[in-house]
């Protein structure tokens, strides 16, 4: 058994039997764009950073999956398969409450992330697994960093945001929204606040952005 | 005299959102009849809004009427008129739509204002023929990658500082590279980068989607002040980080869209290695790769004249007291209803 399950732009991820156990092998294939020597450094700095990321994750209370193996020479990771849903498959046909629900839920395990010195670089939608008893898993630390810093924090919201936007524009607004109770329930209100200023000035200086207030 | 629903119907356009003064004349189906341009050279430095504009209003009446000459027709045959109305330098927008509002009064025939940069992905669906691409739009003002979804142009990935070209022009300047007239900046950095043998690492910044080239820059820049290296072995490494973070970013924006096609256009879309690393994505995701060539590819009035049809078909047209230009324009603010999908 060896199913490709995602083919992604950094990686991609194979369901594998692995003693006895179902299991994801995470692969980050060379890129044939790259130079090789450039193409390594990414790979291998990407394949160790990762676990870290994910097992600090959990220390913070995050739900990330077990990791079994990490091979650097061949950027391998072996981890647990987590068996649930895309929420970006699933939260446009999710009634409005149990919606809202998941997203302040999220805007909630971003905080603890972020609460912890966690930045994960990659907040969307396809990032987050809805399991069958309603809880989410972050996956894909592989653009992860430790940052405190408010500029971090923002980037990192901000991308979340730009991700409802871009796959789930109906409800883009309320969704956020959500996501930010959920945050600032376990940062400080002030610090919520602060960071949602600071998506603002980080939407401010993209290019063209209007300045709408 | 054509009237404005007949056969053949032409539609005039000027753009002017930076150092190009372009106006073209398209048919209604797409042919382009002329595509004059004047392009504002700086002694030194960058572009300078006030002086762009000055060289605008000065040029203006000679690129109109070699406009109409090539395209060999007159002035009343034109039944529309398409401007860009942002985003862009104020003055230089501001002296192409005083010119293209002050046309359309004459000839009483009504105005469409164009997005800049949905302009740029229109006319390279038209002269390559993509018909829903992930597009990268990279020049020395943007570098956007977007597809369209659910009625426009969304912006999948985007820079958080400075665009890629204005990473390489800053840098080209900082080596003391001079400019030629049809060698920019980026294609002496290409013709260095070729000559370069080793890759010296440097800042390499994608955050999920987006990009930041203001650190590589940086870090190139001190780079030459160390004096260690050559100057092709920075500018190939500097190329090599600056397009891999780019190839990166498209790819996960096709990996998630699995659109057909990937679409390359804008100033740094010449750029050869650029293009080599764009089409092994587009090969590995099964996706035809589209290059736009030079002409369209540049800031042009053509794409706005394009851009200006489409959106006429499809009932939009601004009154010339509404048609203010918008500095800060996004294409993300743009309905498109003429895009089906």
Known sequence: ???????????????????????????????RYRIQKLDKEIRSQRTIHEPHAIHKAKEAGVPTPTIFMVDVAESNI?????????????LNDLPPRERLRISRHIGGLIGRLHKH?????????????????????????????????????????????????????????????AVMDGYAEVLQEEEAKNVLEKIREIERRGRYISDRK | ????????????????????????????????????????????????????????????????????????????????????QGPGLGPCLRTGATAARALASYLRVPLVGVNHCVAHIEMGKLVTGATDPVTLYVSGGNTIVSAFEAGRYRVF?????????????????????????????????????????????????????????SGLLTAAVQLLHEQKHRLEDICFSLQEVAFSMLTEVTERALAHTEKPEVLLTGGVAANK???????????????????????????????????????????????????????????????????RG
């Open chain 2, 273 to 339: 290695r650029l293009q080599s690393m764009l089409n092994v994505i587009a090969e590995e995701h099964n996706a035809k790769f589209c290059v736009v060539p030079k002409e369209y590819a540049l800031d042009n009035g053509a794409m706005i004249t394009w851009n200006g049809i489409l959106a006429y078909k499809s009932n939009i047209t601004v009154p010339i007291e509404k048609s203010f230009v918008k500095l800060k324009w996004r294409l993300d603010e743009v309905y498109a209803p003429w895009v």
């Open chain 1, 1 to 31: 058994m060896n199913l490709l399950i995602k083919k992604g732009a950094e990686a991609n991820l194979y369901l594998e039997e692995w003693h006895n156990r179902e299991v994801i092998m995470k692969r980050r294939l060379p890129k």
């Open chain 2, 1 to 84: 005299m054509p009237k404005p629903n007949s056969v053949a119907s032409y539609c005039l356009g000027v753009e002017s959102t930076a150092d190009d003064f372009g106006v073209a004349i398209l048919s209604f189906d797409g042919n382009v009849l002329s595509n004059a341009n004047s392009a504002y050279v700086p002694e030194k430095g960058g572009i300078h809004p006030r002086e762009a504009a000055r060289h605008h209003a000065e040029v203006a009446e000679r690129v109109f009427t070699e406009a109409f000459e090539q395209a060999g027709i007159k002035p009343q045959d034109v039944s529309l008129v398409a401007f860009s």
């Open chain 2, 157 to 213: 990935g985007e820079t958080l500082d400075i665009a890629v070209g204005n990473c390489l022009d800053v840098f080209a300047r900082e080596a003391g590279l001079r400019q030629r007239r049809g060698a920019p900046f980026g294609a002496i950095v290409e013709e260095f980068a070729r000559k370069g043998k080793t890759f010296i690492s440097l800042p390499y910044t994608v955050k999920g989607m987006d990009l930041s080239f």
């Open chain 1, 117 to 177: 010195g966690i930045i994960h670089g990659d907040l969307t939608t396809s990032n987050m697994i809805l399991t069958s008893d309603g809880k989410v898993i972050f996956v894909d630390f592989g653009l992860s960093e430790r940052s405190r810093e408010l500029e971090t924090r923002g980037v990192d919201l901000h991308l979340m945001k730009r991700a409802f936007q871009s796959t789930h524009h109906k409800y883009a607004k309320e969704c956020f929204e």
């Open chain 1, 78 to 90: 072996i981890m647990e398969f987590v068996d649930g849903k895309q929420v970006k498959k699933v």
